[in-house]
C-alpha cells in the first residue's frame, strides 16, 4: 500500500469515528460489532501513522490532534462500557475526531467504507 492510500485510510476511519452512533451503524454491515468494528478501523489506521509521518504527511498539530484521538480511544476502551457507545465520553472522542479532520483540512463526511 503507497503512502496515499495509507492517508486515506487514516482519513476514512477518522470520518467513521467521527460519526454519531447511529450513522456508524448504518454505514457498517447488519452482522458487524460496531463499536469493535469502529475502534479496530483506527487502530489500524493508527499503525500506518509512523511511516506518514516519515514521508512528512502530516503537520506537528496533526501529529499532536491524532494522538489526542488515539489516546481517548484508549482510555474509553479501557474505562466505558463499550454496551454504550453512545454515551458522553464516546461522544466526546466523536467530537476529538472531527477537530481532527478540521485540523487535516478534510472534509467531514461519510466515510468510503472501501479504506476501513
Given at each position: 500500500m503507497e503512502a496515499r492510500e495509507h492517508y486515506i485510510k487514516v482519513v476514512e476511519?477518522?470520518?467513521l469515528l467521527s460519526s454519531s452512533y447511529e450513522d456508524q451503524k448504518k454505514y457498517l454491515?447488519?452482522?458487524a460489532d460496531v463499536p469493535d468494528d469502529v475502534t479496530?478501523?483506527?487502530e489500524n489506521a493508527f499503525i500506518l501513522i509512523p511511516s506518514l509521518i516519515e514521508k512528512g504527511e502530516f503537520s506537528y498539530k496533526?501529529?499532536?490532534s491524532i494522538i489526542r484521538v488515539y489516546n481517548?480511544?484508549?482510555?474509553?476502551l479501557r474505562?466505558?462500557?463499550l454496551d454504550d457507545f453512545s454515551n458522553m465520553?464516546?461522544?466526546?472522542?466523536?467530537e476529538l475526531s472531527?477537530?481532527?479532520l478540521s485540523v487535516l483540512d478534510e472534509p467531514i463526511q461519510q466515510p468510503n467504507m472501501k479504506y476501513i
Open positions: 476511519s477518522l470520518r454491515p447488519d452482522f479496530s478501523s483506527f496533526a501529529i499532536a481517548k480511544m484508549e482510555w474509553c474505562n466505558v462500557d465520553e464516546w461522544n466526546k472522542l466523536r472531527k477537530e481532527t
